[in-house]
């Protein structure tokens, strides 16, 4: 993939967006031009979770756009991308997190509980547990980072727990003509009480105990 692919991938990508907000029509002739090529789309997908995290968009499109793109078989794309673009705000936390925690009371306060919550959950069960909350996928990335979880479980917690979204978000983008009728909500909303539910029971005892301050949730390390 030379320099052109993927500045012309990052250009489409801006293009996508765009054409996004200002209608779902547009981003739908966007999308089919897109999808002529499968190359050309895997490189704006590509480009697309790069650029993600710094505009704050939904990860959860990008599954949409894979299922739109690759049909069914987008799944194992969008899992990989959503895991991807979960990296840099992850990464940014845990390389400053001792800083930040130096000039700000909040943040320690954060890391203190976040590294309890790890040590009693494992980082795995924590990620992936708070992956599945209605919780906006950044922010948790971000509170990962800051609470030390170490890379391995980050990385396989976020793509167990962005798994469901993955695949509702798919659903969507295989149905072409929700698209084009302005039906963007990307999932149903019995998925978030059902995944929150799920969530909250993988997470409320580690979380009770880490709100306690419970000595004996501190024996692992955070990073497990």
Do not use: K, Q
């Amino acid at each position: 993939m030379n320099r052109r692919h993927v500045l012309g991938g990052a250009i489409v990508a801006v293009a996508v967006l765009l054409a996004w907000i200002a209608s779902p029509a547009a981003a739908l002739a966007t999308l089919e031009w897109l999808a002529a090529d499968p190359l050309r789309f895997g490189v704006a997908l590509v480009a697309l979770a790069a650029i993600r995290p710094f505009l704050a968009w939904p990860t959860t499109l990008l599954a949409v756009a894979a299922g739109f793109g690759y049909g069914w078989a987008g799944i194992p794309i969008g899992v990989v991308l959503l895991t991807a673009t979960a990296v840099p705000p992850y990464w940014l936390a845990r390389a400053g997190r001792a800083r930040l925690a130096d000039d700000s009371r909040t943040i320690e306060r954060v890391s203190a509980a976040g590294g309890r919550l790890v040590a009693d959950a494992g980082g795995l069960r924590a990620v992936a547990g708070s992956r599945f909350l209605p919780v906006p996928a950044d922010a948790v990335s971000v509170t990962a980072g800051v609470s030390g979880v170490a890379p391995r479980p980050f990385l396989a917690g976020t793509a167990v727990g962005e798994f469901p979204w993955v695949v509702a978000g798919v659903a969507v983008g295989v149905s072409a003509d929700r698209l084009a009728s302005d039906e963007l909500s990307v999932v149903d909303p019995t998925l978030f009480v059902a995944l929150g539910v799920a969530g909250a029971l993988l997470l409320a005892r580690p979380l009770y105990r880490a709100w306690r301050g419970d000595p004996a949730a501190a024996n692992d390390a955070p990073g497990t």
